[in-house]
């Protein structure tokens, strides 16, 4: 979360602070040149710890495994800022501006509460404001997922008239080229479960990974027809992942980006290494693929409308959840996907 996004509201809240500890508690006691060193000091303790406070409490959201530490780093961090304070406070300002405050014990338990519960005031009034922009935003985020969605399941009733006829005609063929050309029954079947996939799984919220890498064997399958031997597939699945699920489609994309900046642009000898492993509350996919020097380009330099698509439900889907990376060497090219899980086992 970055400052400047809100400067307008960090300069009159920080304003309206300063002018408070200086010109609100000056005019009680008719000292404003001692009060002003005094919100000088108060202002950037303040300000630290309200910072921190929104980045853990807000920017992290607070997830279920990091709760507790968070809370807990936060009061060992306010107790030292105050600390700090009472110390500059205590042996720099008061003997100068108010020596009568040094008949109170430096480490005194009713001041030490007292600035401690003002110091939480101020940052829970300033982190108010980013609770109420940050439950906008995901109001919004949230009729953005509605919408899309809603279009993607009109479209799909529209375009599943054809795709049902096709496929039952695929399925006739099968049969009938089973006997007499094993090989054309075998390239007919792996249409025929690509189609499949897209009519009766793709609709669904999310679908095992299994599932999605299948249907990912079934596109590799129908290409290999097409590329022979110059291409070169493998899929390493390291760490058992029958209990995973993923919105469904958000590979495919990845690999078609490999034959179409790195097979279909190579004359010689092509290889795509797909690898699938999980740790612990996430698992991640790398897609690698060789290139010629001038082959690929980059993720965020290409305008295709797939790996577009694929960014933008990421981010509506698995937002502060995912990571999408890129490494672009002069012979190959990897994409590297990594999906935190916690939330959405």
């Avoid at 991640?284 to 305008?303: H, L, T, Y």
């Amino acid at each position: 979360m970055k400052l400047t996004r809100d400067v307008p509201f960090n300069t009159v809240f920080w304003l309206l602070y300063f002018l408070y500890q200086w010109l609100g508690l000056a005019s009680l006691y008719g000292n404003y040149h001692d009060y002003f060193i005094n919100a000088c000091m108060a202002l950037p303790v303040a300000f630290v710890f309200s910072r921190l406070a929104v980045y853990f409490l807000i920017k992290r959201r607070l997830a279920e495994t990091s709760r507790v530490v968070d809370w807990v780093n936060l009061v060992l961090i306010s107790l030292l800022l105050l600390v700090l304070r009472r110390y500059i406070n205590y042996y720099f300002l008061y003997p100068t501006y108010f020596p009568q405050a040094q008949r109170m014990p430096f480490l005194s338990a009713g001041k030490m509460l007292v600035e401690f519960v003002n110091l939480y005031t101020v940052t829970g009034l300033y982190a108010l404001y980013y609770f109420i922009q940050c439950w906008y935003e995901e109001r919004f985020r949230v009729h953005q997922l509605v919408q899309q969605t809603t279009t993607a399941e009109l479209n799909l009733l529209k375009a599943q008239v054809q795709p049902h006829f096709v496929f039952n005609t695929l399925n006739n063929m099968y049969s009938t080229a089973l006997t007499s050309s094993p090989e054309t029954a075998s390239l007919i079947a792996h249409l025929s479960g690509f189609l499949a996939y897209n009519l009766y799984e793709s609709n669904q919220a999310t679908v095992p990974l299994a599932t999605e890498i299948s249907y990912i064997e079934h596109y590799i399958e129908l290409q290999k027809n097409r590329y022979g031997p110059k291409l070169d597939v493998s899929i390493n699945v390291y760490t058992p992942i029958h209990d995973l699920q993923i919105a469904p489609l958000l590979l495919l994309p990845l690999v078609e980006n490999c034959f179409k900046h790195g097979v279909t642009s190579s004359a010689d000898l092509s290889w795509i290494r797909i690898d699938i492993a999980r740790q612990p509350g996430q698992f991640s996919v790398k897609i690698a693929n060789s290139k010629d020097e001038q082959g690929s380009v980059p993720v965020s330099d290409m305008g295709g409308i797939g790996l577009s698509n694929v960014k933008k439900r990421l981010s509506l889907l698995y937002p502060d959840a995912h990571e999408l990376t890129s490494i672009d060497e002069p012979h190959a090219y990897l994409i590297c996907l990594t999906i935190n899980t916690l939330n959405y086992d």
